[in-house]
């Protein structure tokens, strides 16, 4: 080769280099926040968790001091409810659940070898609803208006405005807007997995924890819709007398205990296994050998993923269901022992078949491990009916909790960041602190809780604010307290050490633990993920294919330019990781915060009754919504492939069920549909406790719920069409059918809100009525959707932005009145026909 | 018509027994739960509905044997040795047959567990 052509592509090497900077590069100034990258995103989400959890560990210190003598009074009776109320909610919903989105959207692009999640907008309003609704749910502690019912909110006590306050709206409306983002989250993490792995990551080469979470992100899809559904029903008991959980009127406070439990067993999974995975990856690097039993590690997540959904009846053991209910839970409790101690055995066979390296995160894994056997054990004695009727609601059951959320969850996250932290900045946590903080928080932690299970053996009940001295508790709490504070010392030692200045500690190596796996490839300094997108052939690259780093770094896989301006990545096949398209994501944007934060004012305004902000806010949510989609979703691109190396060109557009928005709409349809079949669950529990459910009213009329549920399908049937005459050409046609269609639903609502009506059913006389108007209010609410939908499809299709071969807003719109079609006939046959049948 | 069906390609099937165990669980559960909130419903005694769990088994562990077998022969029936990770189509097959059969055996345990319960309760006591 001759020098003048080896200097012509070196300049195009830096050219190539600089435009990608260019396109992925953050904004500067206060538009940072503007930034959608998920590096910073991961970043930012991650610190928010964490401080929330320093802030519930506060709550929980404060507790300690009030429990530490008898007779004390520290607190008041009412901040100590509010305490551990926070405490709890705040752990679970603001610190466990998203600790694991804010590692997932950090790590996953670069482990498996993309440049972004595929909706990188979408990881960004899932943030900012996130940090907003905690920073809500928090701050009423200081108005002394924060929730004090307990994280489960059980009626008839959360129920009763007088004894509740607005603490209860508090909780429902602001942590409501937070599983909306644990949603998206899972949305995200579920096509990302799937569908934007790096070429050849063939599904038995992918990293253990994107198998994790995988079915982490599937879990949350079944578990927090129920949760969703059972907060509407709440809270329009609370706003609007609808008495779903008053037994007066025909309601049941255990409706609310099975949905919120159905949501929160699988939760408890939800919260272990992403942190599980944490030790999957760590393990093999310090055994410095691929894991043992890979195939082992998948049967224990998805066999936990399903057996979790058994669960939920054992936190009801003691409401009083036929033991034969509670037979049927406690085997499925018992059954999901065994995928857990799969993946205990699995990490020991590594380590016994490995040269272990004892460094700092090991020594946390391991330690977590330890702890989470022992509340595993003490799992499986409260699993057991007879012995749970006696430790139920005692600290026995606090010390469990706690072994299981502290050993599964929180020494593996700290594992993590020891772990994970030279990726933020190249530089390494201290060993030496880390030491000492592992011995401070594990000697404190068990101090603190070991005691427990004793003091609730002997009798002391959960949330108790105070005790009297001769009961024989007052040491045991005494040591507790101590023991907290043992275990806070350590936990701020950890902190301490994330924050201190570094700028004199030398950035180190890239890879300094010699891990196996992609994300030790990224660059601190460099936003782009990868320089290119490289071609996979082993579970652990950087151990098998040698020069992989470099020729990464050279730009000479693919897309190692971005001539166009775009931010960009590759779509593959779900089982080979064939390439199939070229991904164009979302840059830099504003929209995603005014979206959540109009969102989260709805929310807010909402819980105070300020109905005019209400609708302002979230008229503003659903402008920029729309906005969000018609400037920054399906564009057609300006060509129809591009060259994206290696002698390969793709295409830039797909739509149908090769596109990653039909996907990310039949996930967030899934997850939907939960929620529907929660509400049908709710109709038939109703009838179940009751001998007539309809306690002689007058249901809906049953030739308007029919003709409701033909109109729908009517409707339906009219957008298949379009979508069909759309992709012959006939572009007239298609704009008819979807005015027909949109006509048709109107008059569908019409039909359905007169079944109801017309025999005048009120919502507040009996449960009955209140069931019946949820399940129709739920369709008319998702009908109105369906109208924007097709208005939206008409207004692309004028605008020239849906064409015959760019259809990729129709087919999601079609997808997504598949399952408006399901539920709507569900709905009209259930109440039109089920009480004349019965 | 093929008794056995062909082998297909797809993610899905690895999760077909444990949605077996799904299936099995909620129609246990939801039928004991309807019958013992409503016994005159269908005139049955109690010893009717322990067989219909008896039978619901057989179906579910008859379904998920038939999905370990389907494992069985997806994973070559075990003429090669984990741990498949070679960046070839044929170890990803080996890879998912191993796992589904793993999970098959979970769920089959898993479903007798489940089932146990209507060996030893005779009424709807609470």
Redo the contacts between chains.
Sequence with gaps: MSAAVKERSREEYKAQEERLRTVWANPTGWRYWTSVNNFQIGLWYGSAAFTFMLFAGALALLMRLQLAVPDNDFLSADFFNQAFTLHGTVMMFLFAVPIFEAVAIFLLPPMLGAREMPFPRLGAFSFWSFFLGGIFVCGSIFFNAAPSSGWFMYPPLATDKELSGIGADIWLLGLSFIEVASIAAAVELIVGIMKCRAPGMRINLMPLFAWYLLIVAGMILFAFPPLIAGDLLFEMERMFDWPFFDAARGGDPLLWQHLFWIFGHPEVYIIFLPAIALVAMIVPTFSQRPIVGYSWIVLAAVGTGFLSFGLWVHHMFATGLPQISLAFFSAASEAVAIPTGVQIFVFIATMLAGRVIFSTPMLFGAGGLAIFVIGGLTGVMVALAPFDWQAHDTYFVVAHLHYVLIGGMLFPVVAGLYYYYPLIDAKKLSDRLGRLAFWLMFCGFNIAFFPMHLSGLRGMPRRVFIYPAEIGWDWLNLISTAGAFIFAAGVLVVVFDALRPKHRQPRGELNPWNAGTLEWISEPKENWGVRSIPIVRSRYPLWDQKDLARKINEGRYYLPDAEEGWREGLVTSVLDAEPIQVLRVGGTSHVTIVSALSLGAAFIALTFHWWIATALAAITCFCAVLYWLWTGTAEIPEKPEKDVGLGLSLPLYASGPDSVGWWAMFITMMGDGTAFASLVFGYFFYWTIHADFTAGIAGPDGAWSLAAAAMFAAAWALMVAARMFNRRNATAATRGLLVLSLLTTVGASAAGLAGPWSPGMDPTRHVYPAIVWILVLWVLAHAAVGTVMQAYCLARSLAGRLTPKHDIDLCNVVLYWHFLLIAAVITFTIIGLFPAAM | MRLIPKQI???WT??TA??V??AH?LV??IG???Y???PELVGLSFNAVRAGIAAVTVIALSLIALSAWLAWRQWGFGTDD????D?T?R??T???G??TL??SG??F??VI??A???L??TE???
């Design positions: 390609e797809t993610l690895l999760f444990p949605v165990w799904a669980f246990c559960y004991a739960a309807v013992c909130a409503k984990p741990p498949h990770d960046p189509r170890d990803r080996l890879f998912q191993l796992a793993l999970l979970l769920s345990i898993a567990f489940t146990m319960p209507a030893f309760l709807c006591i609470r």
